[in-house]
């Protein structure tokens, strides 16, 4: 047979490379959409998580006749709002909602006479571990390494409760909360600590959790849980924001002072070297506050105090944020107007 009619049994090297570059475009247009697609289902999954939760906080309501505390601990009979003493009963959120999450055998471990400083050799080494109904599956876990003088091993999560539109000791303002107020750099925090401490404004406070019959806002409209990052540690410096077990404040406090995932600055016992989520270094109880935050495109999720889970741009007003975190700050904007 003549050589010239044979059929070709090869691409040509042209025709390889045109081959490639195709796959290549093909590739580069749908990886995107790909990502697209696994970061929507794991925002659905985090938002699913964060029901559970809020089904969890109204059991526990139900239970005890009002929401679990914000934090335990504290004297507030101190104008520091100092610690009793080294054997105060120091109890975080997240341990009083473990029984409502199918987590009573941790519960049950909890030592309730110790300061809550997990290693791995003290009571307290049952929470040396990831805690995955407190974990957004858009994070990555965390581990605390450089605080409590480096004794600390616990490790972080993403969600926090909803502590109303000023810092830790103050959650009720000299004014009234206004649209023109809300993009004003401050308001004054009412009377003394001692005082502003008993003035309760959000759903969860020191040593207090709401009734729902004290939300005359409206379940439906005051936020109970938000969002908030597991923040890294740099080498040798603690960065407590995201310490879940933790009861101190900047851990999982958060604020209503900025809208989410803004440029606001938190003020905690933290790293003032982090660009991405950034922060004032205090040792000022007063001082207290974080910003909602998470690794969602856009926005956040929140659960609001009838349980209902939602997600929220980052473009919401800020007056419409922060009026969504008081119980009765009788605003006639709320999230449901969004």
Not at 326 to 338: A, H, K, P, R, V
Request: charged share 20%.
């Amino acid at each position: 047979m003549d050589k010239s009619r044979r059929g070709r049994t090869a691409f040509t090297l042209v025709e390889l490379l045109v081959v490639i570059a195709i796959i290549g475009i093909l590739i580069a247009l749908l990886l995107p959409a790909v990502q697209a697609a696994r970061e929507s289902a794991r925002r659905t999954a985090c938002l699913n998580k964060m029901r559970q939760l809020g089904i969890a906080t109204h059991n526990y309501h139900d239970v005890n006749r009002r929401l679990p505390e914000g934090s335990r601990g504290r004297n507030l009979n101190d104008a520091d709002l100092g610690y009793p003493g080294s054997n105060s009963i120091r109890v975080a959120f997240t341990i009083l909602i473990c029984p409502y999450i199918e987590e009573t055998v941790l519960f049950d471990q909890y030592d309730f006479t110790t300061e809550f400083k997990p290693a791995v050799d003290d009571p307290n080494s049952p929470f040396v571990r990831p805690f995955e109904p407190m974990i957004c599956p858009s994070d990555e876990p965390t581990r605390t390494t450089n605080c409590d003088q480096g004794n600390a091993l616990d490790f972080k999560g993403n969600y926090g409760v909803n502590w109303g539109p000023w810092s830790f000791d103050c959650q009720r303002v000299a004014a009234p909360l206004t649209a023109a107020s809300a993009v004003a750099p401050a308001r004054g925090c009412v009377a003394t600590p001692n005082l502003a401490i008993q003035e309760h404004g959000a759903p969860f406070h020191l040593e207090w959790g709401a009734r729902f019959a004290q939300i005359v806002d409206g379940t439906s409209k005051t936020l109970m849980l938000m969002e908030m990052l597991q923040v890294p540690e740099p080498a040798n410096e603690c960065d407590r924001r995201g310490r879940i077990w933790n009861d101190d404040f900047g851990t999982y406090q958060i604020n209503t002072r900025a809208t989410p995932n803004s440029g606001g600055i938190d003020s905690s016992i933290c790293s003032e070297a982090n660009e991405q989520v950034p922060c004032q270094r205090s040792p000022d109880v007063s001082e207290g506050r974080m910003v909602s935050r998470s690794r969602h495109p856009g926005g956040v999720n929140v659960v609001l105090c009838d349980a209902s889970a939602t997600f929220i741009s980052d473009s919401i007003d800020l007056y419409v944020w922060q009026a969504s975190s008081t119980i009765d700050g009788n605003e006639t904007d709320g999230l449901s107007n969004q």
